[in-house]
């Protein structure tokens, strides 16, 4: 028998949610660009995270989804987000696995 590890990773099949930190955020939009179909600039300026309909959702702390063929973008875009505030971490443990905050 086999036993493997799984690691922090997208290539781990686990399911991943993303959130913004809109205090952090400096509207560059980068994110936006990434992985629109997830992350979009309101009227204020700053990035926040979009649930499955496509509705902004504008609480702060909110949380989506991760869809499985976005992973690598939502990944990108916490990588390349200059403000540092996109937070994507595992939905079974809420341990961050990319972001500012990330093990």
């Known amino acids: 028998m086999t036993v493997t590890h ?3 990773s997208t290539e781990s099949g686990e ?5 913004i930190d ?3 955020c ?3 939009g980068i994110c936006a660009q990434y992985a629109p179909e997830v992350f979009e600039l309101d009227i204020d300026g700053l990035a926040y995270v979009k649930d499955s309909g496509d509705e902004l959702l504008q609480q702060p ?3 989506t989804r991760v869809p499985l063929p976005l992973i690598r973008d939502v990944v990108d875009s916490a990588k390349e ?3 540092d ?7 079974s443990d809420k341990v961050e696995v990319y972001g500012p905050d990330a093990e």
């Open 6 to 8: 799984e690691a922090p």
């Open 15 to 19: 399911e991943l949610e993303v959130w």
């Open 22 to 24: 809109q205090d952090l």
């Open 26 to 28: 400096t509207g560059d």
């Open 61 to 63: 702390g909110a949380t």
């Open 81 to 83: 987000c200059p403000g």
């Open 85 to 91: 505030c996109i937070h994507v971490r595992r939905i």
